[in-house]
């Protein structure tokens, strides 16, 4: 199962970046045995300013045909690394040929896309900087493939 990550904005080089290329290629090399991965980046940019619906309808573009769609969002479900590992177990079983993990920009995502999501996954109640959600997103990626593996990184 391919996974992408869509995300409103651009990442430049620097430390969000590395953290997050070093964890999917880490979540690349695990996941290709087990069927999951590749993981790929696809960021999506409003040139034009036309605020949450400009950007959902980017994001819903960047989302493969087909894909189960998982939102990060405030209001999602909050899951620990082994029922996340265990979500996206689920999804490759099922034959899904894609995930795609949306994040908004910093006004959040679109009602109507939201609408359109089989999954919302909350980080917590606390709001954090979508640069940092993806740097999140990559590790617990990675993480689960591991706890999939039976891998020491996860310990519980």
Known sequence: MRVHVCAVGRLRAGPEHDLITDYLTRFDRSGRGMGLGPAQVIEVEDKRGGGR????????????????????????????????????????DSGRADASFVIGGADGIDPDFRAEADQLLSFGPMVWPHMLARTMLAEQLYRAVSILAGAPYHRV
């Open 53 to 92: 619906a400009s950007e959902g309808e980017l994001l819903r573009r960047a989302v493969p045909k087909g894909s189960v769609i998982c939102m990060l969002d405030e209001r999602g479900k909050t899951m620990t690394s082994p029922a996340f590992a265990q979500l996206l177990a689920k999804w490759r």
